[in-house]
Structure formats: structure tokens, C-alpha cells
């Protein structure tokens, strides 16, 4: 039995949470060049992107628009899983990449997702660790690269 509970706890710490909608600034390094990015959409609550109109809700809103992108998050897993059974630690990985970056971006992780449904979690981790998504939050998917490397 997954415990969602969990999976949802993580996803709020790790990202966060404002009111306020903002716009989110940040920079990573690529071949030694520092790459700056001003993302043109604004950002609420637990990280739920809202597009390009600012605009102000409440917290039952907010908290109804977190729920419903978790359960996409849950569904997009499982269309990843295709059926294939799988520990805790993998639903709580891929759950998580799929709010921070899209089902489309999650699935882009090819050799990850096989090496996963092989049972190769070690092989899954290295897969994750040598990715963008990676370089650019490290101190975040360490855990995952972490969860992996262990998984049975």
C-alpha cells in the first residue's frame, strides 16, 4: 500500500509555499557557463504554476488546486508503472518528478523508468545522477539519486 500521505508531505516541503503568486528567478551551471532563467509564468502555493495572469486565492483554493495536481501527479505514475509493481520509494521519486517538471518531462527519463521496471534501482539512480534535472537541483533529487541507490 502507498502512503500518499508521505509522498505529499515531501512535495510541500520541498516546495515550498506562498500566497502570493511570484515569479521564480534561479541559475544553474552548463559546461562551465553560468545559465540564469526568469521563468514568464507565475507561481502559487505549493509550486502550482498558474500561468501568465496574476492573480490571488484563497487557501481552501490553493489547497483544492494541490490536491487535484497530486492526483494527476498519482495517475501519471501509474501510466510510468504501466501495471508493474513497485516499493514505496519509486512512487514517492516518480510522483515527485512529475509535480516538479510535468508527466512529459518525467517520462523523457527513459533509461531510469526501464532500469526501474527491470527491478535495476542501483542502475535507475546512476541514470538520475548523470541528468539536467539533477545538475539543476541537486540538493533536492540527491534524496532521490539516494532512494534509488538503496531501493529493493
Keep these: 500500500m502507498i502512503d500518499y500521505e508521505e509522498i505529499k508531505t515531501h512535495i510541500r516541503d520541498a516546495e515550498g509555499y506562498s500566497k502570493t503568486p511570484y515569479k521564480l528567478s534561479y541559475s544553474y551551471n552548463k559546461d562551465g557557463t553560468e545559465i540564469k532563467v526568469d521563468e514568464d509564468f507565475w507561481t502559487v502555493g505549493h509550486g502550482l504554476n498558474i500561468g501568465k495572469e496574476h492573480k490571488e486565492f484563497t487557501e481552501t483554493e490553493l489547497e483544492d488546486m494541490f490536491q487535484e495536481a497530486f492526483e ?19 512512487h514517492y521519486i ?8 510535468g508527466l512529459a518531462g518525467t517520462k523523457l ?3 531510469m523508468i526501464k532500469c526501474i521496471k527491470d527491478g535495476r534501482y542501483p542502475d535507475a539512480s546512476e541514470e538520475l545522477k548523470d541528468s539536467k534535472y539533477y545538475r539543476q537541483l541537486k540538493s533536492r533529487v540527491q534524496h532521490y539519486v539516494d532512494m534509488l541507490a538503496v531501493c529493493k
Excluded: H, R
Design 94 to 101: 516518480l510522483i515527485s518528478m512529475i509535480y516538479n517538471m
Design 72 to 90: 494527476k501527479c498519482v495517475k501519471g505514475c501509474e501510466e510510468i508503472l504501466d501495471g508493474s509493481e513497485q516499493p514505496q520509494a519509486v
Design 109 to 111: 527519463f527513459k533509461n
